[in-house]
């Protein structure tokens, strides 16, 4: 469902992204997981076409993001750290808006917003002003909207910042359910109780590189640890692989 092949992203002499290549079917939620400014985010942007690769190719349900680009982003939902949205528009509206992007008829449109307005708690608020939201709430506006076209892919950036542990919770089971159905999660975290939680496989990105892939307990293993502590291990495959380039931006 989603295939990254030898993606690079230089910014003039620094490379923030080096020779990524990975897979993910469909049907899984995997983990992306690094130290501030490994490439997560960068990676993360790529996929979602909103910095073009400097080498390397992103493949999203078959589509080339580079070819179809318009294909790609049809079956794709983003839903960024920080989401974008209109404070002067109710959160119905927002998601009105959303579809009419994505040429939902207006039936379709209807029927969508109000099932993820009640999926995600918010169908008491969806007609008042985004801008007396919590950002918890304006959270799962950004998420609602992500969801809205039925995307087969989802790649998302630090999902659960900001939101209470209820909200939390919540958004864990929604993307359990998705991926029931067949729907691939690209998700980057910092959370590494969330990543071994929820997630199938588990990739570790440290100066751009890719230097593991895979579950928790196989994660475990090439780390030549016991413990049962996920961040013990994410310590020490990040030190095994300390470069000359540590601490640039991601």
């Given at each position: 469902m989603i295939k990254l092949i030898h993606l690079t992203k230089r910014f003039g002499r620094l490379i923030a992204v080096n020779d990524v290549s990975l897979e993910i079917p469909a049907g899984e939620i995997f983990g992306f997981l690094g130290p501030n400014g490994a490439g997560k985010t960068t990676t993360i942007k790529m996929m979602a076409g909103?910095?073009?690769?400097?080498e390397g190719t992103v493949i999203i349900d078959g589509k080339d993001l580079a070819e179809d680009p318009v294909g790609a982003k049809q079956v794709t939902g983003f839903i960024p750290d920080r989401g974008f949205l209109y404070?002067?528009?109710s959160g119905i509206e927002f998601l009105e808006f959303v579809t009419s992007l994505y040429g939902m008829d207006k039936r379709r449109s209807e029927a969508r917003i109000r099932e993820l307005l009640a999926l995600f708690e918010m169908d008491q608020w969806g007609g008042?002003?985004?801008?007396s939201y919590s950002h918890g709430m304006k959270q799962r506006i950004v998420m609602s909207a992500?969801?809205?076209?039925?995307?087969?892919?989802?790649?998302?950036?630090?999902?659960?910042?900001?939101l209470d542990p209820k909200?939390?919770?919540?958004?864990?089971?929604?993307?359990r359910s998705l991926v029931s159905k067949g729907v691939s999660i690209f998700m980057s975290t910092h959370t590494l109780a969330v990543a071994e939680e929820i997630c199938g496989r588990i990739g570790i990105i440290h100066e751009g590189r890719l230097i593991a892939v895979g579950t928790a307990s196989e994660l475990r293993q090439k780390a030549g640890a016991e413990e049962h502590d996920l961040e013990l291990v994410f310590l020490k495959l990040t030190e095994d692989a300390h470069g000359p380039n540590a601490g640039r931006p991601g």
């Open positions: 909103i910095l073009e690769p400097t404070e002067k528009l008042d002003l985004i801008e992500a969801l809205i076209h039925e995307p087969k892919v989802i790649v998302v950036d630090e999902p659960m910042v900001g909200g939390a919770r919540l958004v864990k089971t929604i993307f």
